[in-house]
């Protein structure tokens, strides 16, 4: 008898585990369902490439292969990817979806945030108006802005505000706490430079002008506010009349401005599990200049080839904008920021030991998105990268950029003298 009981026991112990395990997952999957996760489609994903020069025929497919390769491990949902040699396009790419639930392919049409890339591209518009003589990169703000929002400001060089060695503090360190709040908020509709400004007016800067070196966006609106006061336009028009225009170009564009490209994508949360979200709905319009602007691969490479052209950027201005700041100790300063780029003169990540090459690069952030956009001068390559969610590392999507551009360097010869190119 006491042997029944204890069978008896089990089998309700096991009856119970087994519908507590079955609550369980029912519970698992129902708040799943409610925090909108699901699965990344298991059929093939979209894939699209153009070759605009013969010479490239043979490696658009290697490099359409890197492209899903990447998109695939790191369960990004939409990437694309584009080459620019010499000036010209000669290569685009997408990979994936642009819009998950209308089945919606990502093409090199497709527009992305390019968050802090966005910095580059206020860079070119500073360039093309020191070249005008509209400003210089020696100006101070109050040159410009007699009565900055701050005082502290007055003092700061345009080329501190690019180079982030004006003392600015980022989005953590402002101590203006109604900024913060609404900063990190990101809800906000903002119609003007001026106005994403206020964020941080009433914050203490880190350090005097010159003295040190800190990443921020505040200090590139800045630059961007007194670009407008010195030209009598506004930042919009600024970027259509010295990069788009110029260049033909449909992008960079303000972001949360207007009209929307109706080839903007949608923008994603992924997590290990192979699953997405859609990301919550963001305004990025108080860092425009910053970290605001909406582009496409295929545009933003030939932003950075046209700095190659001197009609467009002369070499003088070019150089004065790849040098990196040195800080008022004589050093330079620690990220080998120059003004709005990221240079390193000898980069042996891409060629090896053997073959340094120069890089002029920058990279963005923008929730649920990430940019990637690279120059080599002397190979005359750039190369984009735009995907449509977070990676937990930058390099995670990133890193497939070096992998394509041996590719197409190869093609044409434009690898490095004594370069070794991996299999």
Do not use: C
């Not at 994603?268 to 909406?294: K, P």
Request: aromatic letters at 8%; hydrophobic letters at 45%; zero cysteines.
């Amino acid at each position: 008898m006491k042997v029944l009981k204890r069978i008896l026991l089990l089998l309700a112990s096991l009856v119970g585990m087994t519908v507590a395990l079955a609550l369980g997952v029912a519970l698992w999957v129902s708040i799943n369902a409610q925090l909108g996760w699901k699965d990344l489609p298991d059929e093939a994903a979209p894939q699209y490439a153009e070759v605009f020069d013969d010479r490239f025929a043979d490696v658009s497919e290697p490099a359409l292969a890197l492209l899903e390769a990447m998109r695939r491990e790191e369960g990004v949902p939409g990437a694309t990817a584009a080459v620019a040699i010499d000036g010209q396009l000669v290569w685009a790419a997408g990979v994936g979806w642009a819009d998950l639930a209308a089945n919606t392919p990502a093409t090199p049409q497709t527009v992305f945030r390019i968050g802090s890339t966005s910095k580059a591209m206020t860079a070119t518009v500073m360039a093309r108006l020191t070249e005008a003589g509209v400003l210089n990169v020696d100006d101070t703000v109050a040159a410009h802005v007699p009565a900055p929002l701050n005082p502290d400001w007055a003092p700061m060089t345009v080329a501190q505000l690019l180079s982030h060695t004006a003392g600015f503090p980022g989005y953590e360190e402002n101590t203006d706490w109604a900024g913060v709040y609404s900063s990190l908020r990101m809800v906000r509709q903002y119609d003007s430079i001026e106005a994403g400004l206020r964020l941080v007016d009433g914050s203490e800067l880190l350090f005097a002008p010159g003295e040190d070196f800190h990443y921020s966006s505040f200090d590139v609106n800045l630059a961007a506010f007194v670009a407008e006061q010195a030209s009598g336009q506004d930042y919009a028009t600024l970027l259509e009349e010295n990069v788009r225009t110029p260049l033909g170009l449909d992008t960079p564009v303000l972001a949360d401005f207007g009209a929307a490209p109706d080839t903007v994508s949608r923008f994603y949360l992924i997590r290990e599990q192979g699953q997405y979200r859609n990301r919550g709905q963001v305004n990025v319009s108080q860092r425009w200049a910053s970290g605001g602007l909406y582009g496409r691969s295929i545009d933003l490479v030939q932003v950075a080839s046209a700095w190659l052209d001197e009609e467009f950027i002369s070499e003088t201005t070019r150089e004065q904008f790849w040098t990196p700041m040195r800080l008022n100790s004589g050093e330079v300063n620690e990220q080998i920021y120059a003004l709005g780029w990221r240079v390193n003169p000898e980069s042996t990540t891409r060629f090896g030991e053997a073959a340094p090459v120069r890089i002029v690069h920058h990279g963005g952030v923008s929730r649920g998105a990430m940019s990637w956009l690279i120059l080599y001068p002397e190979l005359g390559i750039a190369v984009a990268v735009n995907i449509n969610t977070q990676t937990d590392e930058f390099g995670d999507f990133s890193s497939v950029e070096p992998q394509i551009t041996r590719l197409f360097a190869e093609a044409v010869g434009r690898t490095p003298e004594g370069a070794r190119l991996p299999d």
